[in-house]
Nanobody
Framework: QFKLVESGGGLVQPGGSLRLSCEVY????????IAWLRQAPGKEREGVSS????????TYADSVKDRFTISRDNGKKTVWLQMNSLKPEDTGVYYC????????????????????WGQGTLVTVSS
């Protein structure tokens, strides 16, 4: 059974850090690029970061560049999103999604743009 499971969300103060994990089950990791997307209450879903199937190419939304770092270990079937210097506007439900294609973060935000989705993990940045 194909499954992506996110973890690591929680409540953090502004300026703090969190590390999200996306564990992959039932997929051959090497075939899939992975994206992290987020959705804040009342807002459209947006792409945050992506990593190619081999991990050699990473992309970031301008809003998180230089604060977030995406990485993967295909042997451990896990993708991480290290989030530093968090801001209240980073609050939202964070999803990981897998697709056997190149990811364009700016345009690929809908469910049918990806082959598989996780259930999401909530990140709240608040004092």
């Amino acid at each position: 059974q194909f499954k992506l499971v996110e973890s690591g969300g929680g409540l953090v103060q502004p300026g703090g850090s969190l590390r999200l994990s996306c564990e992959v089950y039932g997929l051959t990791m090497e075939y899939y690029a992975i994206a992290w997307l987020r959705q804040a209450p009342g807002k459209e879903r947006e792409g945050v970061s992506s990593i190619s199937s081999t991990g050699t190419i990473t992309t970031y939304a301008d809003s998180v560049k230089d604060r977030f770092t995406i990485s993967r270990d295909n042997g451990k079937k896990t993708v991480w999103l290290q989030m530093n210097s968090l801001k209240p506007e980073d609050t939202g439900v964070y999803y990981c999604a897998a697709v056997s294609a190149t990811i364009d973060l700016a345009t690929m935000t809908r469910r049918h743009d990806y082959d598989h989705w996780g259930q999401g993990t909530l990140v709240t940045v608040s004092s």
